[in-house]
């Protein structure tokens, strides 16, 4: 069942990402980074209050700077769907994966002192993997360099840098014990008011009711994929459910090619194979070391 909770959520954020590349030719990425929060907090406002969960919390620094991390890790990625195809989009932010395993590399570099006697930490495979989802994504933004897309390429890689901090401070709360559902609310608000303080500095778009159309349904598909993936890690972290949120890259190609027509050639679709494998392998290797479950939030 844990499998089938993970496809949902994979599912949800890809059909969110189509509404936000509609939602795109009328709003910004603040709008949209507003809205998307609106609806968030109402959508799981009512779920806590079903589910009988209190938002008071104890520790409002770890949710101020998760929501902050947060914010800019989607903002950018909202960009990067409204400037790239959406396949490219959503799979430079799931290099989030290979991210952490860089942290950890780093990390473990980094504290390690031979003075100790303890021995030098290996992680070659660890190391290959880091390697190889970097050349995966050169490989996919050598189609964009081609049409001018540069920038948005390098932001979509920032998003997924982004996302790789939530992932740890999202850890951290887990292990404080905080509810999901919490968290999940905190991060709605945060958006809200980062949203709406892009909004006071750039400007307000026209208000467009056929753009405005794609608002409700991104946000209700946002909230309904990050429930879904915590119902997917409840009973435990497994490899099979963790690895299962790449499904999210297939969903979104196939939207990409049917609905707006994307062109993936074979560097795309090698440099997307390539993060994919990466990423798998990355997710393994962390796992055998620390069995901790990876998450995306979006």
């Known amino acids: 069942m844990q499998a089938w909770w993970m496809l949902l959520a994979s599912f949800c954020f890809a059909a969110m990402a189509v509404c936000v590349k509609f939602a795109a030719e009328w709003f910004n990425a603040g709008e949209l980074v507003f809205w998307r929060g609106v609806v968030g907090i109402v959508s799981i406002w009512a779920v806590a209050r079903h ?5 008071a919390t104890r520790y409002p620094g770890m949710h101020a700077w998760r929501s902050v991390v947060g914010v800019i890790s989607l903002g950018t990625w909202f960009y990067a769907i409204a400037h790239l195809p959406l396949a490219t989009a ?5 290099m989030s994966s290979v991210w952490v395993a860089l942290f950890v590399v780093g990390a473990q570099i980094f504290l390690w002192q031979p003075r100790r006697g303890g021995a030098a930490p290996r992680q070659g495979p660890l190391v290959l993997s880091v390697l190889a989802g970097f050349a995966g994504v050169v490989m996919m933004l050598r189609p964009t360099i081609e049409q001018n897309q540069v920038f948005a390429g390098l932001i979509g890689v920032f998003s997924g840098l982004t996302a790789a901090v939530v992932y740890m401070q999202l850890t951290a709360l887990g292990k404080v014990g905080e509810p999901d559902t919490r968290t999940v609310f905190y991060f709605a608000v945060g958006s809200t008011l980062a949203g709406g303080l892009a909004m006071l500095a750039g400007g307000v778009s026209p208000w467009n009711w056929r753009g405005a159309a794609w608002l409700l349904p991104m946000g209700l598909l946002a909230s ?6 915590t119902r997917s890690y409840s009973a435990g972290a497994t490899l099979v459910v963790a ?8 969903f979104g190609a196939i939207f990409g090619v049917t609905l707006f027509g994307d062109r993936i050639g074979l560097w795309g679709w090698g440099g997307m194979a390539l993060i994919v494998a990466s990423g798998l392998a990355a997710t393994v290797l962390r796992t055998r070391a620390a069995p901790d479950s990876p998450a995306q939030d979006h």
Do not use: C, K
């Open 224 to 229: 309904a994929g990050q429930l879904a993936m």
């Open 51 to 55: 589910h009988r969960i209190p938002l």
């Open 90 to 94: 959503m799979t430079l932010n799931y």
């Open 243 to 250: 690895n299962l949120q790449y499904s999210g890259l297939l």
